[in-house]
């Protein structure tokens, strides 16, 4: 029977889990792929302290990089997470003739010229379906399922802890700050979610998604992104009357005037398939002229969805481990990103109830080629809300037409700018 040896560097949540996985469906795993799958060394700097890494069949010790170089490893499976060691460690395993698994999206959205390089210099497997979107399977299905596509768009929801968060302040009319609240409880959230609310989670995933998608190499860099925490149980009101519901989206478009890569909140039909993915649960909307609209939802985060996808890698490389190593990226060159796109958008200011306030606001969006679709305003107490959708404007327009409004003596707070987006119709 054929071997498969593992080197596991981080055993904390997703890490454990692997192990348990592998130890539990080791009987399958040796039916499906013919191989018998199996852990030989882990490396954790605080293995000492974590009981399920006692006495086992495989080695421990705190030095990965003795770890990596050992000749009984086949795959190194990095989960540590950041981007220091874990792409010394990374690139050295690859350099030792090893394939290569991780969870590491942060890495691949920032290194993955010099990773996928090396990759494919040795002609070793670099397996990252868990980097993105957990247990669902969108990474293959992006270079095997839909290897003819002519991918145009793709929307996704891909920060379970954003959608937590929106879902229960649309449902359930509640500030931001008391839905985050919820979801630290639940375990949705980290103490500081700063890296999740902020858009940057979600971003480095799309980086890798785009990547893929249309053959260029994507950072996170390139990625304009905004995030969820101006959001009031107001703007989920306003998007319901007009048939709508707020998304975190990630979206990527190829267009004549280059790549548009975003994430930020937006308005869609609530009547989309998008709508419907609530609470922790992510999705994957594509677009293509050849196989038409395709959605994939499911759990994006968790410690058994995500080792599920760690080891839906390990057991690809254990079905073919000396065969050709997947073609991740056939381009070398990075993305042409545009800078500036039109949208309508949903404009909500916070201001004094004033004789004369609207016409201020009306002047400078005109004076900025921008025009007013709807308007709204809030009744009670100083300071009031209005609510503005306008027709198809430049964000860099709008932009410039923000700061002078944002200047104004009867602005209280910040303008709340939200795009209105139409997944699949071009």
């Not at 997703?14 to 490396?43: D, P």
């Not at 500036?340 to 200011?349: I, N």
């Not at 037409?401 to 699949?424: F, H, K, S, Y």
Request: include cysteine; proline fraction near 3%; charge should be negative.
């Amino acid at each position: 029977m054929r071997e498969l040896r593992i080197a596991l560097l981080g055993a904390g949540t997703v890490g454990g889990g692997l192990i348990e996985l592998i130890q539990n469906r080791a009987q399958a795993l040796q039916a499906r792929t013919g191989t018998e799958i199996k852990i030989t060394a882990v490396a954790d700097r605080s293995h000492r302290k974590k009981a399920f890494l006692q006495n086992q069949s495989f080695d421990v010790s705190d030095d990965a990089i003795s770890v990596i170089e050992r000749d009984d490893v086949d795959v190194v499976v990095e989960l540590i997470g950041g981007l220091e060691p874990a792409r010394e460690w990374v690139l050295h395993a690859l350099k030792k003739g090893k394939h290569v698994v991780t969870a590491n999206k942060a890495l691949l959205a920032n290194h993955g010229k010099e990773i996928f390089a090396q990759a494919a210099e040795v002609g070793r497997e670099i397996g990252f379906e868990a980097a993105v979107a957990g247990a669902l399977p969108v990474v293959r299905n992006l270079r095997r399922v839909w290897v003819g596509s002519d991918m145009h768009e793709m929307f996704g929801i891909l920060n379970g802890t954003c959608n937590f968060i929106i879902t229960r302040m649309q449902k359930e009319d509640m500030a931001y700050e008391d839905a985050l609240k919820i979801a630290q409880e639940k375990g949705f959230a980290e103490a500081d979610p700063a890296f999740d609310v902020s858009g940057r989670d979600a971003a480095q995933k799309l980086a890798i998604l785009s990547t893929l998608a249309f053959d260029h190499l994507v950072q996170e860099s390139d990625i304009r992104v905004e995030g969820i925490t101006e959001l009031s149980p107001l703007d989920h009101a306003m998007a319901m009357r007009m048939g709508k519901v707020i998304r975190l989206l990630a979206v990527a478009k190829k267009k004549s005037d280059g790549y548009h890569l975003r994430v930020h909140p937006a308005l869609i039909s609530s009547k989309h398939l998008l709508a419907s993915v609530e609470e922790e649960n992510n999705a994957l909307f594509t677009d293509d002229p050849y196989s038409g609209p395709t959605m994939i939802v499911g759990r994006g985060a968790g410690a058994f969805p995500t080792a599920s996808a760690v080891l839906s890698d390990i057991a690809a490389i254990a079905r073919n481990p000396e065969g050709q190593p997947e073609i991740w990226v056939s381009g070398s060159q990075s993305m042409q990103c545009a800078s500036d796109a039109s949208y309508r958008f949903y404009l909500r200011f916070r201001t004094l109830d004033r004789a004369g306030v609207l016409a201020a606001i009306s002047k400078v969006l005109a004076d900025h080629e921008i025009s007013i679709a709807t308007m709204h305003q809030e009744e009670g107490p100083e300071p009031v809300d209005v609510v503005i959708v306008t027709h198809g404007a430049r964000e860099s327009k709008l932009a410039s037409a923000l700061d002078i409004i944002n200047a104004m003596e009867i602005i209280r707070a910040p303008t709340v700018a939200l795009r209105l987006e139409e997944p699949g119709q071009g």
